[in-house]
C-alpha cells in the first residue's frame, strides 16, 4: 500500500506520515509537485489531499489528477466540512476532519486494500527520497550493514536503500523471505545448500546465527522435500506418458 499525502502545512504533513509510518508514504506541499509525479507515471494506491492548498484547492486538484489517473483513490482531509459535497462530485472514497485518528485512518486503508487487486508480495523501500518496490520472488536475499540494506535480485541488480532489516522483515507475511541472521534475509527458493552455519545462494555464503538456525533448518527441509515431491511426481508423469513401444 503506497500512500501519498499532500499538505501545504507541514505539521499535519508530519501529523499523518507519523499516523501511517509502518506504510511507504510520499508527501507533498504543493498541488503541483503531485500532479507533475502523476505526468511522469508515478502512481500511488492512496492519495490523501488536504482542501485547502496554496494554488488551487483540494477538490480541483482532484479533477486535474482525475485526468492522469481515472482509478486514482482519493481522500480529503480538512479542518472544515464546506467541500463536502463537492468531494463526492469527484467521487472521493472518504471526507474526514482534522484532527485526524489513526483508528480512522487504519479503517480507511483496510477499505482500500480490498478493493485492490491481490498483487504478489513484495518489498517495499525508501531510496534517494523516492519509493520503490521489488516482488519478493525477484529477491535473493537482503543484507544489512549499520544503517544500509542491499536488495540481492534475481536479474544480477544490487537495489541500495536506507533503514532497518526489521523493518523490511516486517512486511512479509507469507515466508517467501526468511530471517536467518541479523543481518540477512533470505528467499530459501534460492538457496543451494545448507553447509552447517552458512547458505549457499548463488555465489553467495550467507551465516546463519544460532538464534534462526533450528527455524533455517527446518525450512530448508521442507524446501527438499517439496522439491523431491515434486520430482517424483514428474518422473512418475513421465512414466505414465511412455507408451509400450518405448520399452
Not at 491481490?118 to 549499520?146: D, N, T
Not at 530471517?179 to 547458505?199: A, I, K, T, W
Not at 530448508?220 to 511426481?233: A, I, P
Amino acid at each position: 500500500m503506497k500512500i501519498a499525502i499532500c499538505d501545504n502545512n507541514a505539521v499535519d504533513r508530519q501529523y499523518l506520515q507519523a499516523l501511517l509510518q509502518e506504510y511507504p508514504t510520499e508527501s507533498y506541499d504543493c498541488a503541483e509537485t503531485l500532479l507533475s509525479d502523476l505526468e511522469r507515471g508515478i502512481r500511488y494506491d492512496l492519495y490523501l489531499l488536504d482542501i485547502y492548498l496554496d494554488t488551487m484547492n483540494g477538490i480541483e486538484l482532484a479533477k486535474r489528477m482525475r485526468e492522469q489517473d481515472a482509478e486514482a483513490v482519493i481522500c480529503f482531509i480538512s479542518s472544515s466540512d464546506a467541500f463536502y459535497r463537492e468531494a463526492y462530485d469527484v467521487y472521493a472514497i472518504q471526507y474526514l476532519l482534522k484532527p485526524v485518528k489513526r483508528e480512522t485512518l487504519l479503517e480507511l486503508i483496510e477499505k482500500v486494500e480490498n478493493r485492490l487487486p491481490k498483487a504478489e508480495p513484495a518489498l517495499h523501500f525508501k531510496w534517494r527520497g523516492k519509493i520503490g518496490s521489488i516482488a519478493c520472488s525477484k529477491i535473493m536475499f537482503v543484507s544489512s550493514q549499520e544503517h544500509k540494506l542491499s536488495i540481492y535480485c534475481t536479474d544480477g541488480t544490487v537495489q541500495e536503500c536506507i533503514g532497518k532489516i526489521s523493518g523490511l522483515a516486517s512486511q512479509i507475511e507469507d515466508g517467501s523471505l526468511v530471517r536467518v541472521h541479523q543481518s540477512y534475509l533470505v528467499n530459501m527458493n534460492y538457496v543451494d545448500c545448507l553447509n552447517g552455519g552458512e547458505l549457499l545462494v548463488g555465489q553467495h555464503s550467507i551465516p546463519v546465527s544460532r538464534r534462526y538456525a533450528a527455524e533455517v533448518k527446518k525450512q530448508y527441509q521442507e524446501l527438499l522435500f517439496t522439491e523431491s515431491g515434486r520430482t517424483e511426481k514428474a518422473a512418475s508423469d513421465d512414466k505414465k506418458t511412455e507408451s509400450p513401444g518405448d520399452h
